[in-house]
T-cell receptor, first 114, second 112 residues
Framework: DSGVTQTPKHLITATGQRVTLRCSPR?????VYWYQQSLDQGLQFLIQ???????AKGNILERFSAQQFPDLHSELNLSSLELGDSALYFC?????????????FGEGSWLTVV | AQRVTQPEKLLSVFKGAPVELKCNYS??????LFWYVQYSRQRLQLLLR??SRESIKGFTADLNKGETSFHLKKPFAQEEDSAMYYC??????????????FGKGTLLTVNP
């Protein structure tokens, strides 16, 4: 158990809908990352937060947004869903998000768009 | 820009045989290199990081800055090593460079 908790574990929704994925980082970790894993694209970095502030942005679509709350949990919002958004979404956390930190991953949230 | 290349999508070996999973990287600064393992689309588990120079489950990896490589090796593969292996890089110059950039992964199958 990495200590990173993600909910829901599985989610099936229809095209055009909106979903929210939730992540609780390891106790004490201030930085949260979101990754998308799909069969064709592999592991793609979406976005990183540190102590509530956005630190880095990757290949995140405009239909997607995220935030980190004062209690350090994070949510990834996916809207106007398309079939191609079906993927495993990972949250990860690390103490400060800087060099030397180990990044620990959660179990992931399986999203299926039908 | 950070780039990680794992040239083999699939690697199949027999139990007891040596295994080497290749990883090459492109980065202009001083990177941190990692190996993560994923069993059956479960969570990614950290296997190794180059700065700790430790051996986990019999796996080792040496950072070769001249060849920009961080190959993962194990002298005697076990069936339970069958999994997807990802090489990852983190930069050193702040901002988005602190994210982990992953290779496409290598699916290792160890046959009995």
């Amino acid at each position: 158990d990495s200590g990173v908790t993600q909910t829901p574990k599985h989610l099936i929704t229809a095209t055009g809908q909106r979903v929210t994925l939730r992540c609780s980082p390891r106790s004490g970790d201030l930085s949260v990352y979101w990754y998308q894993q799909s069969l064709d694209q592999g592991l793609q970095f979406l976005i990183q937060y540190y102590n509530g502030e956005e630190r880095a942005k990757g290949n995140i679509l405009e239909r997607f947004s995220a935030q980190q709350f004062p209690d350090l949990h994070s949510e990834l919002n996916l809207s106007s869903l398309e079939l191609g958004d079906s993927a495993l979404y990972f949250c990860a956390s690390s103490p400060t998000g800087g060099p030397g930190n180990t990044i620990y991953f959660g179990e992931g949230s399986w999203l299926t768009v039908v | 820009a950070q780039r990680v290349t794992q040239p083999e999508k699939l690697l199949s070996v027999f139990k007891g045989a040596p295994v080497e999973l290749k990883c090459n990287y492109s980065y202009s600064g001083s990177p941190e290199l990692f190996w993560y393992v994923q069993y059956s689309r479960q969570r990614l588990q950290l296997l190794l990081r180059h700065i700790s120079r430790e051996s986990i489950k019999g796996f080792t990896a040496d950072l070769n800055k001249g060849e920009t490589s961080f190959h993962l090796k194990k002298p005697f593969a076990q069936e339970e090593d069958s999994a997807m292996y990802y090489c990852a890089l983190r930069g050193d110059s702040g901002g988005s460079n602190y994210k982990l950039t992953f290779g496409k992964g290598t699916l290792l199958t160890v046959n009995p």
